[in-house]
């Protein structure tokens, strides 16, 4: 028996061996060009990673050369603002320096001056006037603005108030003649309107006191108001009214025309009208002048001028337009005097002004009246730097020793008769005033009561309620320094109010 044996011939694998890793010591069995690639490799690697560190090194280099070149250009323009604020500070030291050489030299002209001057026995030498370089006068010059814009303001709404007045008296005298109104049919026929309530509201429309009316008639509601075309059918003269009747669904629109009534006019009223002028006139001067002081000073206007004005300056004087015109509109609503702008002189003590401010801020007086004092020594108070010495103080005045002042120009008229000024003329001043409806004590800050004039109006002397004239007591409250020394123009005109 014949056996059969299968045999598998399998092929042999050859061998590999392991790898070495990169920088292990190569074996017996590597060769020379093995070692040599395995070392390029490393080079290779180690080159790369230094051209990648290379590259953002560059690129970081590259942003602090940005951000450098930002800042350089940064300084140079800080460098630049730095020298034009260095020119435009030797530029104003200079003009500074320019100033102070100025004042200076003013200032030993005019010591020069006063040392000059002859001086009376018994009287102080007065200064020579001169026009300030420092900010008091700017500081008064605001004040008397101040004034002004709030007395014309004032006098401009009492007076709008008698010009409406005047154009009711000269209505009622000459009242518009009675208006008769008619609506046409639908066969163009015409009929007057009867019914009172709807012809006073469409007279409204006629004499352009309304735009536009309403009224009701029969159950209907009815709004009117002047057409803008004519109707054809009215003559000349007629006024065409469009009329819609607001209750109907189509709001139907009729027009009517309205004329004047062929009948006389009804005659005039038997009473006077409530206003007549002549008493807006007298109401308008109450308001201003002799009632209650109505012009205010604000706490901050009065610190900025406080703050502006140096007490250390000289007494000076100088012609004041500004001043002149204040007092005539004040006069408008007395004795209607005009002044003159070259003779109204404004004479300040700057250290007055300055007590005169802190007073009032001190005891919260802010209200002021606008007063005159009438002399025939003007010149000899211009030599006392308060402008009046209490030594003169009469005993056996109405309200015993005080300056006494007027509200109106009335009573310093009759005071200023053989002092050789033209009419008119006087000091003006401001009296800084308290609460008069709770504080006036008999013998306080001052005293108000009543005084005629020569030419002081009925209406004025027989009113309980007008203040005419004031004995001050505390003269530190009357600034003098706000002064007219007279000189109004040697006429005025009719009185506005007698």
């Known amino acids: 028996m014949t056996q059969v044996v299968a045999t598998r011939v399998v092929r042999a694998q050859p061998v590999v061996p392991p790898s070495p890793e990169v920088g292990a010591t190569p074996t017996e069995d590597d060769s020379d060009a093995n070692v040599l690639l395995k070392q390029v490799v490393k080079m290779h690697q180690v080159k790369e990673g230094f051209r990648k560190m290379s590259e953002q ?3 970081d280099l590259a942003a602090k050369d940005t951000e450098l070149a930002f800042k350089n250009t940064a300084i140079a323009t800080k460098d630049s603002e730095l020298a034009s604020k260095e020119s435009e500070i030797a530029t104003l030291k200079g003009v500074l320096q320019e100033a102070v050489e100025a004042f200076e030299k003013e200032k030993k002209e005019l010591n020069g001056k006063i040392q000059a001057q002859p001086k009376s026995k018994g009287k102080m030498p007065v200064a020579v006037p001169v026009v300030p370089v420092h900010s008091t006068r700017q500081a008064v010059l605001s004040l008397i603005a101040d004034i002004t814009r709030q007395f014309f303001n004032k006098a401009d709404s009492e007076e709008a108030k008698v010009t409406r007045a005047k154009k009711r008296q000269k209505k009622a005298a000459s009242p518009a ?8 049919f639908f066969d163009n026929q015409w009929v ?4 009172e309530t709807m012809i006073g509201e469409l007279t409204h429309l006629v004499d352009k006191s309304h735009n536009k ?33 607001t209750n109907h669904p189509n709001h139907t629109v009729r027009y009517l025309i309205s004329s004047a009534a062929p009948v006389a006019a009804p005659p005039p009223p038997a009473q006077p009208p409530k206003l007549p002028v002549e008493d807006g006139l007298m109401a308008a001067a109450k308001t201003l002048l002799y009632n209650a002081p109505w012009i205010d000073l604000k706490p901050d206007a009065m610190k900025t001028w406080y703050d502006m004005a140096d007490g250390n300056d000289s007494i000076w004087e100088e012609s004041s337009s500004e001043l002149a015109a204040l007092v005539a509109r004040w006069s408008h609503f007395a004795s209607n005097f005009d002044y003159c702008p070259n003779q109204t002189k404004l004479r300040i003590n700057p250290r007055q002004f300055k007590l005169w401010l802190e007073i009032a801020m001190a005891r919260g007086l802010h209200r002021i009246r606008l007063v005159m004092h009438g002399s025939t020594h003007y010149a000899s108070m211009k030599q006392d730097p308060m402008y009046y010495d209490p030594a003169w103080n009469n005993p056996n005045c109405a309200k015993g020793a005080a300056l006494y002042v007027s509200t109106s120009d009335h009573i310093p008229r009759d ?13 003006v001043g401001l009296l800084l005033t308290v609460n008069e409806s709770r504080k006036q004590p008999s013998f306080g800050s001052y005293e108000t009561y009543k005084l005629a004039g020569s030419s002081t109006p009925s209406a004025i002397s027989s009113d309980a309620k007008s203040v005419s004239a004031i004995a001050v007591r505390d003269f530190n409250l009357f600034l003098h320094s706000i002064n007219r020394q007279a000189v109004s123009l040697g006429k005025f005109q009719q009185p506005l109010v007698k």
């Open 57 to 59: 090194q560059k690129s």
């Open 177 to 184: 003649p009675t208006m008769v109104y008619s609506f046409r």
């Open 192 to 195: 007057t309107i009867q019914d």
């Open 213 to 245: 009316v309403t009224y009701h008639l029969n159950g209907n509601s009815y709004e009117a108001e002047l057409s803008p075309t004519a109707d054809p059918q009215a003559a000349a003269g007629e006024t065409t009214i469009k009329q819609t009747n």
């Open 415 to 427: 005071y200023n008769s053989g002092s050789g000024q033209p009419d008119g003329s006087g000091l």
